[in-house]
């Protein structure tokens, strides 16, 4: 949508026609033998028939069913608090010392045991992100703790920690709802499991609560505003005593009634059917722990009403900072979305962002419309590009912007030359300089900041490679030929320079962010004065992430990040002098961190990362994702890459290629838990540069076997590795009924002819 178009409001509905006028049947389910023994509150008819409304009231988590004859549409609920539960906090360490160490001591804790960490005490180990309000970081504003949207809309609505939104007060059914501190000790999560659909629980005693529902009107079409329906109700008992209904606003008798009961369940109905609409192309996934394939699901809901029509950009929401302008061509919210919507197979959505990125913020000459351009994120676009054409085959979408692409590529081998120029004395001799974090540009000299960090040289050299491969049916051979030979040059000085930068006289050898660092980012940070190590986060996120380093070299640079103050309780840090009152994270580029993690074989490692982001840079049960967040309870800013993070950690520990080997690895960072559990794992239809593939496993302690299915398209890749994480050594095993050979606990398939292979690993 063009922002001349998205002010205009009126046009919004229209420019999302494409991506919204999706047609899918309701998500119905024969009626299970429970279902259909709970009590009908309520009773509805539409188009397709009459609806029984059952529920359970018995406890706070009950299933919530729309029945019609023999089937069901079951939205089941799932809460998690929004309070500490557990004490003492922080493991039992003193916060102090948890902040001012350079090494992650709560990660440390937590790895202790040599296997693989257990979620519950990486719960525990911070309490509840949003369990306390500092008003001196949100400026006082109120704390709408989680919001709801549309498509269409071109805002969202922002919902309270008691249920109220900017238009609706269930404190005027219910005056004990009054205020927030009431809601204190509440419950948060969503109906269907991953429904934008806000569902509280507030105790009122042991037996008794408020329930309240509220999720946004899916068929109103204001060009701002966000419509939204309300159920409030008292439980006692696991009986309902009085529930009222609402719908955007105050009741005005008699113009404007309180809704019926009836008018409330359509429109959850007609709700439930828009959304499962969007997601449909969502590659389906099967997990032990159901609430990571719900994250995955409710994270692209969640972008799908922060984009006004679905697809403009936008970092933040309502009234908090990064929704204004200035902020929609941040490279970081393009690049994390079209990441995130290919790896699970959402081509039009993906398609959509890469148009109107490429048509609104892009020039001719390749410059993004953004305040201070990020030299790193020109080289993950160019690589992003390659995975969309590998995935889609899309060639005319990529064709149309081709001069664009050839820009941005330009802009590095600019940057390149510059470098190259330079005396070979000089520190940043042949590295790419520039900004690697767009706020630097905000300061009053930014030059401070246009320096050859070592994550733009890693990008450029990842971007123009990547380009390079799929560039020939779009422009010259002579601009890929180009692009791979600097590539290569640079490739090589980088890697040189970075083993001549290390020093190991520390403990664990340590790594500046550019070439010439005085002291640890830590030392630098430490004076107050701004200095050229700020925002080093991003640097070794991003350098990670590219993946053209040595594995001696990558592993050595995720112990300095580690062991030098660089994490938190897992996760990429915010970087901050040390302090005594805090540590945070960084929940929106670290994922290249992570990734890092997993192509290392550090899975204790990466699977601490996914735990800990989904605990402490998500708010409980609500499950908006902070920029930063911190351990001590506070509530975070939201931002939209933050919130893309979980989809592509569980996509990588499923299935993830190789950067340049002809090679992908199935399972390599599952849980073992999860196949201790028996139960199925599987990723259907999941995209790759060899087409889709199918991949399911589970283990059977009874027969001590395990067993995967993989399928492929036409062709598969050479090397596809199927990793077993069993509780137990694995003995053999066979591909097919041939006997396979083993590497520890992973069975390598040659599968370039594609076709379907059956694993069998045992234990006995």
């Known amino acids: ?229 309300h159920r409030t109700m008292r439980v006692e008992h696991g009986r309902a005593t009085e529930v009222h209904y609402g719908h955007s606003y105050a009741a005005f008798p008699p113009r404007r009634p309180h809704p019926t009961a009836e008018a409330f369940y359509r429109a959850l109905l007609r709700f439930t059917q828009v959304w499962h609409a969007e997601l449909a192309d969502l590659a389906p996934v099967a997990l032990p ?33 990064y929704v204004g302008p200035e902020y929609d061509g941040f490279q970081d919210i393009f690049t994390s979305s079209l990441y995130a919507n290919l790896e699970w197979g959402r081509f039009a959505q993906a398609k959509a962002v890469l148009d109107e990125y490429f048509d609104d913020f892009v020039g001719d000459d390749g410059m993004v419309d953004m305040r201070g351009p990020e030299v790193p994120q020109f080289g993950l676009t160019l690589s992003l590009i390659a995975r969309y054409l590998r995935y889609t085959g899309d060639i005319a979408t990529v064709a149309r912007i081709k001069g664009k692409v050839a820009a941005t590529a330009q802009i590095l081998a600019e940057l390149h030359d510059q470098a190259l120029a330079l005396p070979a004395s000089d520190r940043g001799h042949g590295l790419l300089h520039g900004w690697s974090e767009s706020d630097a540009c905000l300061h009053p000299d930014p030059s401070l900041w246009w320096k050859p960090y070592w994550n733009n040289s890693a990008w450029a050299v990842r971007g123009w490679r990547d380009i390079a491969r799929v560039w020939p049916p779009m422009g010259t051979s002579a601009e890929a030929d180009d692009w791979t030979r600097r590539a290569e040059r640079l490739e090589a000085h980088l890697v040189r320079r970075i083993r001549q930068e290390v020093r190991r006289n520390l403990t664990p050898p340590y790594l500046g962010p550019l070439p010439g660092a005085e002291g640890t980012f830590r030392q630098a940070l430490a004076t107050g004065k701004r200095n050229e190590q700020g925002w080093s986060h991003r640097v070794y996120a991003e350098l990670l992430q590219a993946d053209v380093l040595p594995a001696d070299l990558a592993n050595l640079i995720a112990d300095c990040v580690r062991g030098h103050g660089g994490t938190c309780i897992g996760v990429t840090a915010n970087f901050a002098p040390a302090n005594e009152t805090h540590r945070d994270q960084l929940g929106f580029i670290s994922y290249g961190h992570a990734r890092a993690l997993l192509r290392l074989g550090r899975i204790e490692e990466y699977l601490l990362f996914l735990h800990s982001h989904r605990f402490h840079s998500h708010l409980p049960g609500s499950w908006v994702a902070g920029e ?133 690993a045992r234990t006995t």
């Open 289 to 321: 722990d159901p609430v990571y394939r719900d994250m995955v699901a409710h994270a692209f809901a969640r972008e799908i009403m922060v984009r006004p029509g679905g697809t403009y950009p936008k970092y933040g929401v309502v009234d908090r900072d």
């Open 628 to 760: 930063v967040s911190g351990i001590d309870g506070d509530l975070p800013l939201f931002c939209m890459p933050a919130q893309l993070t979980i989809p592509l950690l569980v996509r990588w520990m499923l299935a993830i290629e190789d950067d340049d080997a002809d090679r992908l690895d199935l399972g390599l960072g599952l849980p073992r838990a999860w196949f201790a559990s028996g139960k199925e794992i599987a990723l259907k239809q999941a995209p790759t540069r060899w087409g889709r593939v199918d991949y399911a496993t589970r283990f059977d302690a009874a027969a001590m076997q395990a067993t995967a299915t993989v399928s492929f398209d036409a062709r598969g890749p050479a090397s596809a590795r199927v990793r077993f994480r069993l509780p137990v050594p694995l003995l053999s095993a066979t591909v097919n009924g041939r006997p396979a050979r083993l590497t520890g606990d992973t069975i390598t398939i040659d599968a370039r002819a594609g076709g379907r292979f059956e694993i069998i």
């Open 1 to 229: 949508m063009d922002r001349r178009q998205f002010l205009a409001g009126g046009t919004m509905v229209a420019a999302a026609t494409p991506l919204a006028a999706k047609v899918a049947k309701l998500p119905l389910r024969p009626v299970p033998a429970g279902v259909a023994a709970l009590p009908v509150v309520a009773r509805f008819t539409n188009d397709e028939g009459t609806w029984d409304v059952r529920e359970d009231l018995s406890i706070r988590d009950g299933m919530l069913a729309l029945v019609r004859g023999g089937e069901a549409v079951l939205l089941p609920k799932r809460t998690e608090a929004a309070h500490a539960t557990v004490t003492p906090a922080w493991l039992g360490l003193d916060l102090k010392a948890i902040a001012l160490a350079d090494a992650d001591l709560l990660a440390d804790k937590l790895l202790a045991g040599g296997g693989d960490p257990d979620p519950d005490q990486v719960r525990a180990a911070a309490p509840p992100t949003g369990s306390r309000f500092d008003p001196d970081k949100l400026g006082a504003r109120l704390p709408w703790t989680t919001f709801v949207g549309t498509r269409q809309a071109g805002d969202t609505m922002p919902v309270f920690p008691n249920g109220r939104t900017r238009g609706y007060r269930p404190e005027h059914a219910f005056p004990a709802l009054s205020g927030d501190d009431v809601a204190k000790t509440r419950f948060e999560g969503m109906l269907g499991g991953w429904l934008p659909a806000v569902h509280k629980v507030i105790p009122i005693s042991a037996t008794a609560w408020y329930d309240l529902i509220v999720f946004a009107d899916v068929d109103a079409n204001d060009p701002l505003l966000v419509q939204t329906w």
